[in-house]
């Protein structure tokens, strides 16, 4: 593979064992694997002057050059006043990462993903998706010139089957629900030849990808780092992969702290949050998803353990919140900032959530993550308000 200077391989983050770039999951233990760096001593002056991630090349897997992109990240911060009133914290903020090329963070995870893919000769790439990972996925396989598939539950959106389509994807739609579609996944690649790769949840540079959402945030608030942060969770790559940006911002010297990070779940699907609360190191079972969350219905993240290290090790913490106050979260979280959607709604909820417990101080900052556009979830958020009678 061509790697940057600083990437030195991967690591179990369950046993620690060392691989090179091509593994998907430890050889040893199953266990999810993350970016070994060799971190080098770095100034905001020493970082190349790119828009988006390409501006951390030196703390990144593949150089701008060599990663497949259609402009993912650089996503605005955006101050929220009436948030931080509310939440009774000195400021809030969205990364609104709705402002990716497809309209979800999930982008820059393909980006890294498929570039991998793509690296080590791959013609195909395939994942299960509750709808936005096979959209991004298409879009990137696309744009590298190599074949897509995603597994999708039937209940996925209908914006997301489009525009897998559009792109040229193919796609298998499966009755049921997420984890009917990994079954569906785990069967079509036990019987595939040799000529595909895995850009499934759970993947290594999935992970990687997520990581340019930490450095872009302590750049945006000028190196200083936030003191929370709130992040909608489904498998739990993104807080691995926060965990992973501050701590490396930190090591090389741009940041002098690193955030608490804090994993917001819808209460029936809640795998991580539970187990968070409850001091558990692996997720909760859970017994019946059933969330109008759709992207975050996820029953056994693929990221779970390895999530669940991350905010113990931040000190953080797990919060579970009901889908109304979800879909309230939402409705708000539009009237006071960026677009959210349910997903990111799940974020508000979750910070009002923690705020009442009072996880946070009074002259905190706290950045909610907006995973997904809001008017992605469109439909979400006007049956809620017509539940209401508005
Ligand atoms: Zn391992």
Request: proline share 7%.
């Amino acid at each position: 593979m061509e790697t940057t200077a600083a990437f030195r391989g991967l690591s179990c983050t369950a046993c620690g064992a060392e691989t090179d770039g091509t593994a998907d999951r430890c050889p040893d233990c199953g266990g999810v694997l993350v970016g070994d760096y060799d971190t080098q001593a770095l100034t905001p002056a020493d970082l190349p002057d790119a828009p988006g991630p390409g501006r951390f090349e030196p703390l990144r897997p593949f150089a701008r050059a060599e990663t497949v992109s259609i402009g993912e990240g650089a996503t605005p911060l955006v101050p929220v006043p009436d948030l931080a009133d509310e939440l009774g914290v000195g400021a809030a903020y969205v990364k609104d990462e709705g402002r990716n090329p497809t309209g979800a963070l999930a982008d820059r995870k393909l980006s890294l993903a498929v570039t991998a893919a793509t690296q080590r000769g791959t013609e195909r790439v395939l994942t299960p998706s509750t709808g936005n990972g096979a959209q991004a996925s298409a879009a990137y396989a696309a744009r590298a010139g190599v074949d897509s598939k995603g597994f999708v539950p039937s209940r996925c959106p209908f914006l997301n089957k489009a525009m897998v389509n559009v792109h040229g994807g193919d796609m298998r739609v499966v009755e049921g629900r997420y984890d009917d579609a990994v079954a569906a996944f785990d069967d079509a690649t036990d019987e595939a030849d040799d000529d595909w790769a895995s850009v499934a949840p759970g993947h290594p540079f999935r992970i990687e990808g997520a990581t340019g959402v930490a450095f872009e945030i302590a750049a945006e608030l000028d190196w200083a780092v936030p003191d929370a942060v709130v992040h909608p969770t489904g498998h739990g790559e993104t807080i691995v992969g926060l965990e992973r940006g501050f701590a490396a911002a930190e090591a090389s010297g741009l940041t002098d702290a690193a955030p608490r990070l804090y994993a917001a779940q819808p209460e029936t699907t809640a795998a991580v949050a539970d187990a968070a609360r409850e001091g558990e190191t692996e997720p909760v079972t859970v017994e019946r998803p059933d969330t109008i969350v759709g992207p975050l219905e996820v029953p056994e993240p693929a990221a779970g353990a390895a999530a669940l290290t991350a905010l113990d090790r931040t000190g953080g913490d797990g919060v579970a919140v009901p889908d109304k106050e979800i879909l309230q979260g939402a409705v708000d979280g539009c009237e006071m900032g960026p677009e959210t959607g349910a997903t990111g709604g799940t974020a508000v909820a979750g910070a009002r959530a923690l705020a009442e417990r009072d996880a946070f101080a009074a002259d905190d900052t706290v950045v909610l993550v907006n995973p997904v556009a809001g008017s992605k979830e469109a439909d979400l958020l006007r049956s809620h308000l017509m539940s209401q009678g508005i």
